[in-house]
């Protein structure tokens, strides 16, 4: 008799436990690839999981404060460790990858590029076709290795610089060189 009383009262507090609505995966978006320009404000482009690769454009005094402006913008939290590719602008190399890396725990698997118009080629090609082109041309030496442990193990070691691919509306132009501010 105890063991079923038990039994129920376990039943019915598991029942009573239902997920937060922030706990549910729609509830969230989850970003697939971000273009982060900084100035007298930081610039952020960002592009989501979605069926048609949802793109959203917002600024802040910082990054930080531009992530924000965006969750309010879409309404959902933003999940970023899902990131693929960050696509950087003007912008202090060091302190960004960092933040990518510690505060927004993108994969280590993250490619990090450049361009000057990181809105306009996360507008005008698919992230999985921006992707494909720096892996093929990886592949074929074109391009160094641009992973953003790798990228910012070389910012960070004795050369403090590291070449990363240079991109623009039409793909893959070449490499580019970020350096470390001394």
Known sequence: MIKKLLLI??????????????????????LRAVSITEGTEAELTLVFFTENDEEVTVSGK????????????????IFTGYTELAILGDC????????LLND??????????HSNDGEGVLSERSVET???AVKNAQKQKKTPDCDIITVLGDLLDE????EIAELNESGIVGIYRIKKLT
């Open 9 to 30: 009262i376990c039943a019915g507090m598991i029942s009573l436990t239902g997920c937060e609505a922030s706990g549910l995966v729609h509830d969230k978006n989850y």
């Open 62 to 77: 910082d990054i930080s404060t531009a992530i924000k402006n965006a969750e309010i913008l879409t309404g959902k939290k």
């Open 92 to 99: 202090n190399y060091e302190d960004t990858l960092e933040l």
């Open 104 to 113: 927004w725990k993108v994969s280590p698997s993250c490619i990090v590029t």
């Open 130 to 132: 921006i992707i494909g």
């Open 159 to 162: 050369k403090s610089s590291a």
